[in-house]
């Protein structure tokens, strides 16, 4: 397993391109099975759970072409509508091939996604809501089984804004008999990519990006070229980075829309930001202001941006506190800061912050995703050498972070696994 390794102290400056969303890109794979054809997907990022979701569509019968960042998926003929555990255990996001393969082929095999590393995750709201447009559930052997010949439309109630169940329902629900109410939709920007794609396939989803969304069944889809939304977690992960050590550094190929709340925190942590149609140009202070955030569904707080804030509040002047309150296990890149000298205080749900922290670089290990930035993040403000661990974490959700960051000035490598 490779590592990275970060000298601390230099600040980010120049420009950055941002890839395209993975958490787009996931769900707009998945829907490609509702519609026959060749499906061209672009601004597609080159990440691992990409990979992992298009390899998922080969064994369920797709042709797939990699002409990164263009991906083209083939759906004429699938024929196995299975995903099988070796692929789901790496990728819970598998589960959105659900309701594409119930409402084209009426079946599925799903293996259940099994434990995360942040929290339980269940799929109960996916399958609950599934079971209410009158397909049958069989849970047996660690796989869920979902079988109806033609789902029907019906009224979802939500108890929480889930992304994915919104996803596999709008999905489900396009090719359903009659229609579909989602009420507490989640309402990301994701979302709205998804359901743009489905209504250029000549599906019916209204409301995307409000917390009802109307989906009227239709027959049937046609394959189309759409272009993925850029991922705004990679841009707020590269801003924090602008916004330490005095960097100033402008994201290109960016949608501000979609940052607002992140934005709103940062220039209230004093950072300034410029927003232009598809660039935001950030400046970090001389003093960094201490602030309380609590993670919320968007529009609100996204907590795919917990971790990363955490070393920004490690190098405000005061006490911060942050809140996660979407996932229950979302704090284990806190023990890898204390080792590092941070003082962080977790009273169940909430950390509370004391900066300035005086970091000193060491050996800290990768956790999950989101973790593994936050530990990249605090190496460029801690004194001497940082290496993270296990970064196969940070493969599966940012494209070449490394170099992208070293053409901003920071002093990064990775390191194979072979020599050391
Ligand atoms: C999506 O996960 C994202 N992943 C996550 O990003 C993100 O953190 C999360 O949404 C929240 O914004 C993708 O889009 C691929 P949820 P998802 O269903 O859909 C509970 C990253 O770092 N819940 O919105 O799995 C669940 O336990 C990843 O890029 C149920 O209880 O999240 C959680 O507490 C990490 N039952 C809450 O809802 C269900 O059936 C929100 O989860 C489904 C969810």
Redesign the pocket.
């Known amino acids: 397993m490779d590592k990275i390794v970060i000298e601390g102290g230099s600040s980010l400056r120049g420009k950055v391109l941002i890839s395209g969303a993975?958490?787009a890109a996931?769900?707009l794979i998945c829907a490609t099975i509702l519609a026959p054809g060749k499906n061209i997907l672009t601004n597609v990022p080159r990440l691992g759970d990409v990979r992992t979701v298009l390899k998922l569509l080969a064994i369920i019968g797709a042709e797939v072409d990699l002409e990164w960042p263009r991906v083209v998926v083939d759906t004429s003929e699938l024929d196995n509508p299975v995903a099988p555990y070796e692929l789901v255990k790496t990728m819970?996001?598998a589960i959105l091939v659900l309701g594409p393969l119930v409402a084209r082929y009426g079946h599925a095999k799903v293996s259940l996604p099994g434990g995360c590393a942040?929290?339980?995750?269940?799929?109960?709201?996916?399958l609950k809501a599934l079971e209410a447009m009158g397909a049958t559930i069989e849970i047996k052997r660690g796989y869920v089984e979902v079988t109806c010949d033609r789902l029907r439309g019906a009224r979802i109630d939500f108890p929480?804004?889930?992304?994915?169940?919104t996803?596999n329902v709008m999905m489900a629900a396009s090719l359903a008999l009659g229609v579909t109410h989602i009420h507490n939709a989640?309402r990301?920007p994701?979302i709205e990519d998804l359901a743009n794609m489905l209504n250029a396939m000549g599906a019916k989803v209204e409301g995307a990006g409000t917390s009802t969304i109307v989906i009227t069944g239709v027959d049937s889809l046609h394959a189309v070229e759409h272009r993925v939304i850029p991922d705004r977690?990679e841009a707020g992960t590269f801003m924090i980075g602008a916004a330490l050590n005095q960097g100033e550094v402008e994201l290109q190929g960016v949608n501000p829309s979609h940052l607002t709340s992140v934005i709103d925190h940062l220039r209230r942590a004093g950072v300034t930001i410029e927003t232009r149609t598809d660039s935001i140009l950030v400046r970090g202070p001389s003093k960094i202001t201490p602030f309380e955030i609590v993670t919320e569904?968007?529009p609100g707080f996204?907590?795919?941006m917990q971790a990363q804030f955490m070393v920004l509040a490690l190098a405000a002047h005061g006490k911060s506190i942050i809140t996660e309150s979407?996932?229950?296990n979302r704090f284990m890149h806190v023990p890898e800061l204390v080792r590092m000298g941070a003082q962080i205080d977790v009273q169940s749900r909430a950390a509370h912050l004391l900066g300035p922290a005086f970091l000193e670089g060491t050996t800290v290990m990768a956790t999950d995703?989101?973790a593994s930035a936050s530990l990249i993040l605090a190496g460029l403000i801690a004194e001497g050498t940082t290496q993270v661990l296990r970064v196969y974490h940070l493969d599966r959700?940012y494209e070449n972070i490394v170099d992208k960051l070293q053409g901003l000035g920071a002093r990064i490598s990775r390191v194979p696994s072979e020599l050391f």
Request: aromatic letters at 2%; glycine letters at 10%.
């Open positions: 993975k958490n996931l769900p819970r996001a942040i929290g339980a995750r269940p799929i109960n709201l996916h929480v804004a889930t992304v994915g169940g996803e989640a990301e994701e977690i569904p968007h996204p907590t795919d979407i996932f229950e995703l989101r959700g």
